[in-house]
Structure formats: structure tokens, C-alpha cells
């Protein structure tokens, strides 16, 4: 059963260290996942394209990139106020 | 004559407030370059991703991002050991 259409495929990067978020995505392919979507805000983008470039350089040659999009989100901060982060999303897809 | 093959197209990222760089895109935009790569590595990254939205947000609505590629390059450490760093490059145009 499709199992491609799971909904735990996109993997959330926060201040962990990159590792975690490496682990994750790779026991994700491994359980079977085709696509997994790994997504960040502000600071942590950087920790996503570390994510998605040691899943696919140290353990899963055959993941591919296929697309990353960027965006803008609007946060609330402490005061009330709008705060504008950018994102990202990298979209992992494995076929094999 | 073809404005946009001028070599200066590229921005890289570094540790400067965004500002800088958003400045240093409007402005070859506003010399008519139709095509803007902006590049960083490691932890500037997310100051890339930065860039390019308040480019496209606050300043040039008509500018699109035509790709983003992320990558890997090896770097000499202190030492002489190589590091890894992550790299990305978001391909910024303006056709009008």
C-alpha cells in the first residue's frame, strides 16, 4: 500500500544538531518513503541544506534533490508585532 | 549591447547585514541585469535565502527565482583537514 503517501515525511529542522535531522530522514527512505520534505525557518535553513547534503554525500547516493523552494513567513514576536523569517523547503525524492 | 552577459551578476553572502546584499541586487537590477546568482556557504546561507525574499518582496515584485541548487564544497581547515560546507545559489531573474 502506497506507502509513499505517508504523512510523516517532512522532517521539521530546528536548533538540533544536523545529525538528528540526517537519522530521521534516512530511517524515513529506509521504512520505505519515496519523498520527504525537509523544511526550515530564519537561521535554521542552513541546517536544512546541511541536512539534505549529508543524506544524499554520506548515506543515500541515489536521494535526489528535486526542487527547493524559498518563501516568507509572518511570525507574531513578543510584542505583538510581525515578524517576517524566510524559509525553505528541499524536496528529497528517492527512486529506485 | 547585451547587458545581461556582464560578469559582475554575482553576489556572494557573507557575514555583512542583509541589507548590504539586497542593495548590491537592486541595484545591478536597476542597471538593467536580467540575471543575479546569489551564492553563499555554511551559516550565510539563510542570509541568502534572506536576500533574495526581501529583493523580491520589498523591492522587485517582477523579480523571480528561476532555481535554487545546493551543494557541498571541501575546504582546507586550520589544520590542513578538509571541511565540508554546505553552499547554495538561488538564480534570481527580472524579465520585463
Known sequence: MAKDKLEDNIIYVGNKPVMNYVLAA?????????????????????????????????????????????GTEELEGEKGDKINVSSIEIFLNRSD
Open 26 to 70: 534516512v530511517t524515513q527512505f529506509n521504512d520505505g518513503q519515496k519523498d520527504i520534505t525537509i523544511k526550515a525557518r530564519g537561521r535554521a535553513i542552513s541546517r536544512a541544506v546541511d541536512t539534505a547534503e549529508v543524506v544524499r554525500n554520506r548515506f543515500m547516493q541515489d536521494v535526489k534533490v528535486k526542487d527547493i523552494k524559498i
